[in-house]
Protein backbone atom coordinates (compact mmCIF):
# COMPACT_ATOMS: atom_id res chain seq x y z
CA UNK A 1 0.00 0.00 0.00
CA UNK A 2 0.96 2.89 -0.67
CA UNK A 3 2.60 5.30 2.87
CA UNK A 4 1.03 9.08 2.85
CA UNK A 5 -2.09 10.51 3.02
CA UNK A 6 -5.36 9.12 1.85
CA UNK A 7 -8.60 10.47 2.22
CA UNK A 8 -11.29 8.51 2.70
CA UNK A 9 -13.74 8.16 -0.46
CA UNK A 10 -17.11 9.18 -0.04
CA UNK A 11 -19.81 6.76 0.57
CA UNK A 12 -22.97 8.04 -1.55
CA UNK A 13 -23.62 10.39 -4.26
CA UNK A 14 -20.38 10.46 -5.45
CA UNK A 15 -19.45 13.42 -3.63
CA UNK A 16 -16.02 13.93 -3.00
CA UNK A 17 -14.76 13.93 0.45
CA UNK A 18 -12.80 16.83 0.68
CA UNK A 19 -13.32 19.94 -1.24
CA UNK A 20 -11.29 22.13 -3.40
CA UNK A 21 -9.82 19.11 -5.77
CA UNK A 22 -8.35 20.14 -8.76
CA UNK A 23 -10.13 20.29 -11.88
CA UNK A 24 -6.69 18.76 -13.71
CA UNK A 25 -7.53 15.46 -12.21
CA UNK A 26 -11.11 14.55 -12.84
CA UNK A 27 -9.81 15.09 -16.44
CA UNK A 28 -6.92 13.00 -16.62
CA UNK A 29 -7.87 10.02 -19.12
CA UNK A 30 -6.64 7.62 -17.07
CA UNK A 31 -8.31 7.79 -13.55
CA UNK A 32 -10.24 5.14 -13.48
CA UNK A 33 -7.40 2.92 -12.60
CA UNK A 34 -7.14 1.36 -8.93
CA UNK A 35 -3.25 3.26 -9.19
CA UNK A 36 -4.15 6.54 -10.51
CA UNK A 37 -4.85 9.41 -8.73
CA UNK A 38 -8.43 10.19 -8.30
CA UNK A 39 -11.19 12.87 -7.57
CA UNK A 40 -11.42 11.73 -4.21
CA UNK A 41 -7.83 11.54 -2.83
CA UNK A 42 -4.88 14.13 -2.83
CA UNK A 43 -1.03 13.56 -2.24
CA UNK A 44 -1.35 15.01 1.48
CA UNK A 45 -3.38 17.19 3.65
CA UNK A 46 -1.48 20.66 1.99
CA UNK A 47 -0.47 19.59 -1.38
CA UNK A 48 -2.75 18.71 -4.55
CA UNK A 49 -2.35 17.44 -7.40
CA UNK A 50 -2.54 20.27 -9.23
CA UNK A 51 0.16 21.71 -7.37
CA UNK A 52 2.35 19.15 -8.40
CA UNK A 53 1.68 19.26 -12.12
CA UNK A 54 4.22 20.57 -14.67
CA UNK A 55 3.27 24.51 -15.26
CA UNK A 56 2.70 23.43 -19.24
CA UNK A 57 -0.30 21.72 -17.95
CA UNK A 58 1.20 18.34 -17.97
CA UNK A 59 -0.24 16.48 -14.92
CA UNK A 60 2.20 14.96 -12.42
CA UNK A 61 2.79 11.23 -13.71
CA UNK A 62 0.34 9.14 -12.36
CA UNK A 63 2.54 5.92 -12.09
CA UNK A 64 4.58 7.97 -9.92
CA UNK A 65 1.91 8.11 -7.25
CA UNK A 66 3.91 6.61 -4.24
CA UNK A 67 6.88 9.08 -5.11
CA UNK A 68 4.11 12.11 -4.42
CA UNK A 69 3.11 10.80 -1.31
CA UNK A 70 6.78 10.36 -0.35
CA UNK A 71 7.14 13.61 -1.54
CA UNK A 72 4.26 15.31 0.16
CA UNK A 73 4.94 13.58 3.34
CA UNK A 74 8.17 15.42 3.37
CA UNK A 75 6.51 18.50 2.44
CA UNK A 76 4.11 18.11 5.07
CA UNK A 77 6.61 17.87 8.03
CA UNK A 78 8.27 21.11 6.54
CA UNK A 79 5.27 23.01 6.52
CA UNK A 80 4.66 22.12 9.86
CA UNK A 81 8.24 23.03 10.81
CA UNK A 82 7.85 26.29 9.19
CA UNK A 83 4.70 27.09 11.36
CA UNK A 84 1.84 25.56 9.73
CA UNK A 85 1.36 28.24 7.39
CA UNK A 86 0.39 28.27 3.59
CA UNK A 87 3.88 27.65 1.49
CA UNK A 88 3.51 28.38 -2.35
CA UNK A 89 4.78 25.70 -4.92
CA UNK A 90 6.75 27.76 -7.17
CA UNK A 91 7.48 24.30 -9.44
CA UNK A 92 7.12 20.77 -8.66
CA UNK A 93 6.90 18.01 -11.51
CA UNK A 94 8.42 19.12 -15.13
CA UNK A 95 8.31 17.74 -18.57
CA UNK A 96 11.85 17.82 -20.35
CA UNK A 97 11.07 20.35 -22.33
CA UNK A 98 9.58 22.49 -20.06
CA UNK A 99 12.79 22.27 -17.80
CA UNK A 100 14.81 22.88 -20.67
CA UNK A 101 12.72 26.03 -21.56
CA UNK A 102 13.30 27.29 -17.85
CA UNK A 103 17.12 26.83 -17.72
CA UNK A 104 16.77 23.76 -15.36
CA UNK A 105 19.43 21.40 -14.71
CA UNK A 106 19.62 18.62 -17.09
CA UNK A 107 19.62 16.12 -14.30
CA UNK A 108 17.13 18.11 -12.41
CA UNK A 109 14.75 16.07 -9.72
CA UNK A 110 12.00 18.13 -11.46
CA UNK A 111 11.88 15.41 -13.54
CA UNK A 112 12.19 12.93 -11.82
CA UNK A 113 8.62 14.21 -9.72
CA UNK A 114 10.60 14.79 -6.94
CA UNK A 115 11.49 17.95 -6.04
CA UNK A 116 9.70 20.95 -4.69
CA UNK A 117 10.22 24.65 -5.34
CA UNK A 118 8.77 26.43 -2.19
CA UNK A 119 8.56 30.24 -1.36
CA UNK A 120 8.05 31.36 2.28
CA UNK A 121 4.98 31.93 3.64
CA UNK A 122 3.58 35.32 4.64
CA UNK A 123 5.43 36.63 7.89
CA UNK A 124 8.73 34.46 7.42
CA UNK A 125 11.63 36.40 5.46
CA UNK A 126 13.28 34.72 2.51
CA UNK A 127 17.06 34.62 4.94
CA UNK A 128 14.57 33.14 7.75
CA UNK A 129 12.97 30.51 5.28
CA UNK A 130 16.49 29.46 3.60
CA UNK A 131 17.73 29.11 7.15
CA UNK A 132 14.76 26.91 9.15
CA UNK A 133 15.18 24.93 5.61
CA UNK A 134 18.68 24.06 6.08
CA UNK A 135 18.21 22.91 9.41
CA UNK A 136 15.29 21.04 8.13
CA UNK A 137 17.24 19.38 5.68
CA UNK A 138 19.42 18.50 7.82
CA UNK A 139 17.06 16.52 10.19
CA UNK A 140 14.86 14.92 8.19
CA UNK A 141 16.51 11.93 6.27
CA UNK A 142 13.77 12.29 3.49
CA UNK A 143 15.35 15.47 2.20
CA UNK A 144 18.02 14.29 -0.26
CA UNK A 145 19.01 17.99 -2.22
CA UNK A 146 18.05 21.09 -0.67
CA UNK A 147 19.12 24.71 -2.57
CA UNK A 148 19.21 27.85 -1.93
CA UNK A 149 17.89 30.47 -3.72
CA UNK A 150 17.12 34.46 -3.54
CA UNK A 151 13.48 33.20 -4.15
CA UNK A 152 13.13 30.24 -1.32
CA UNK A 153 14.13 26.81 -1.09
CA UNK A 154 14.54 23.77 -3.38
CA UNK A 155 13.69 20.33 -1.53
CA UNK A 156 14.26 16.81 -2.97
CA UNK A 157 13.93 13.29 -2.10
CA UNK A 158 16.95 12.06 -4.51
CA UNK A 159 17.85 8.43 -3.43
CA UNK A 160 20.78 9.68 -1.16
CA UNK A 161 23.20 8.36 1.62
CA UNK A 162 23.99 12.20 2.37
CA UNK A 163 22.56 15.45 1.53
CA UNK A 164 23.35 17.73 -1.74
CA UNK A 165 23.33 21.20 -0.85
CA UNK A 166 23.74 24.04 -3.15
CA UNK A 167 23.50 27.87 -2.38
CA UNK A 168 22.06 30.05 -5.39
CA UNK A 169 21.63 33.30 -2.94
CA UNK A 170 23.17 35.96 -4.63
CA UNK A 171 26.93 37.01 -3.29
CA UNK A 172 26.64 39.69 -0.69
CA UNK A 173 23.93 38.77 0.74
CA UNK A 174 23.76 37.64 4.86
CA UNK A 175 23.55 33.88 4.14
CA UNK A 176 25.83 33.44 1.55
CA UNK A 177 27.95 30.80 2.95
CA UNK A 178 29.78 27.91 1.08
CA UNK A 179 29.17 25.59 4.20
CA UNK A 180 26.31 24.83 3.46
CA UNK A 181 27.38 23.48 -0.59
ZN1 LIG B 1 14.05 23.10 -7.79
Redesign the pocket.
Known amino acids: MPRGYRVPIATSGGVPATTNMPLSVSAHPLRSGSAIPTLTDRPSPHLSWEELACHDGTPYPPQWRDRAQELAAMFEAFRSAMGDRPIQI??AYRTPVWNRKHG??AK???LEGR???CRPPTGISNAAFRDRAKRFALRDQRVGGI?L?GWGV???IRPHRTLVAWNRVPAGTRLHDRRSA
Open positions: ASGASQHALDGYHLD
